[in-house]
């Protein structure tokens, strides 16, 4: 490397008494003094008397446990669910392709936190993805992480209605999977209407306590293995499987958007990194420990869903009432989070309308564009309910852009002129490298869901 300077200064950066809260890191920025919605992502302007502005008290920051805190809680998610699956895709390989995608993940949120430093010190306070994106290639690089968030916002309301619905299928299994669907649909109408989601504050704590849950419910399972069970098959490597497994996994390390706003709320920013680490490292831990449990208990045969498996091989009444609090907690949860993505996108398509027509859009039109995404999401959550692995491997596929090449491209253009030769190959070789492999897994990931889709055609085809 070039240069030896830390990751981020050791003085503390000044704020002033106003600090930028959470926001979207896909809105675009506005000026003046903010207040966070219930929503937690959203920002909206707020006019207050000079007067008021100079009394107002300053925000309370994040402690670095805080701060792990958030990291893990947004990027740890329903991908938890799918790490046996991957271990079945690719073998014992996975862990170790586990590590490396965890340990790059944290490198490279560690880059567009060093991005935004940059920016800071140029004075743009407001912790904006977005806003580096502009900063560093104008316009295309503000539409091409707006295009991004948009894409995996919508695609992530897709898995989670198909997980909502598969899991409330094993709650109630007296149900055909159609009447499940309608009602769950049904259920959820009304939540469009939904403004005020500070009720739903607790639901960051309810996640964590939720995925300490798949943890124990999993190990509890691989602890109460019968001797006479008889081992499922398991496999050293599968090289064949590796794309899959690399783009589902990538999908749970998707959440870079996020790292600027955090970094911006620490009481001592100069311990982010460390603070970063360690949360990737826990991250590890937790989809490690699930993954090897996963595929010791249920080996080539694992699903997609975990929830799934542990549903359908358990037989004691323990057993029974703690994967069933697991299903409906995780469906909780999801039933909650959908609206929240939803109100996200329209909270977006509010911002560019006001960007580009310079009034707000109404209240009327605002519901018809919520509506409008909720069905369209219902739609095609229905067409692709058979293929989770695919969307959530889209959601990989779209995280290698957001969450390794972007934050390589927009480190280089903020630092190049100060890096030493050494320094510049090596984000050289790493851009090459990441390009190549988003090239191989998505061209691998879209033969194989065609291959799929030809493959559900023609047993459809073959005579009853």
Known sequence: MGRTEPLLSNQEHKRSPMRSPLRSPAMPAHSGP???SPLFTRMEPLVLPESKLLATPERE???????????????????????????KLAGWLNILLL?????????????????YVVIEAEGNTIPSYAGIGERCLGA????????????????????????????????????????????????????????DFTMLSFLSFFGIFFILLICVVVGYNVATISANHKPPELELANFW???????????GLTGHVGLPPMYSEMKKPSDFQKTLYSAFFLMFLIYGYVGVCGYLLYGSGASVLITTDMSAVVHNLGG????????????????????????????????????????????????????????????????????LQYVTALIGINSLLISVLLPILFYVQLHYKQ????????????????IVIMIVVTCIDVQEFVESLT????????PA
């Open 99 to 115: 590590g490396a995608l965890t340990a790059f993940g944290a490198y490279t949120g560690s880059l567009i936190v060093r991005s």
């Open 241 to 251: 499987g590796v794309p899959m497994a690399a783009s589902i996994m990538m999908a």
């Open 320 to 387: 029974r009432i703690l994967v069933n609090i697991v299903l409906a907690g995780i469906t909780f949860k999801l039933f909650c989070s959908v609206p929240m993505c939803v109100l996200v996108l329209v909270d977006i398509a509010q911002n560019l309308y006001l960007d580009k027509y310079e009034v707000e859009l109404s209240d009327s039109g605002a519901m018809r564009v919520r509506l409008s995404i909720w069905a369209t999401a219902a739609v095609a959550s229905i067409l692709v309910y058979s293929s």
């Open 419 to 434: 890096m030493g030769l050494s320094e510049k190959c090596w984000f050289a070789f790493i851009t090459c490298l990441s």
């Open 140 to 195: 295309f690089g503000k539409w091409l992480v707006l295009g991004s968030s948009i894409l995996e916002t919508y695609i992530a309301i897709l898995c989670m209605n198909i997980i909502i619905w598969n899991n409330a299928a094993l709650l109630f299994p007296q149900l055909s999977l159609g009447w499940v669907m309608v009602g769950c649909i049904a259920i959820s109408f009304p939540a469009n209407w939904l403004k």
């Open 61 to 87: 920051l994040s402690s670095n446990l805080q701060t792990g805190f958030n990291i893990l809680n947004n990027y740890v998610g329903i991908v938890l669910l799918s790490m046996s699956y991957c271990c």
């Open 34 to 36: 903010y207040t966070v």
């Open 455 to 462: 493959a559900a055609s023609g047993d459809e085809a073959l």
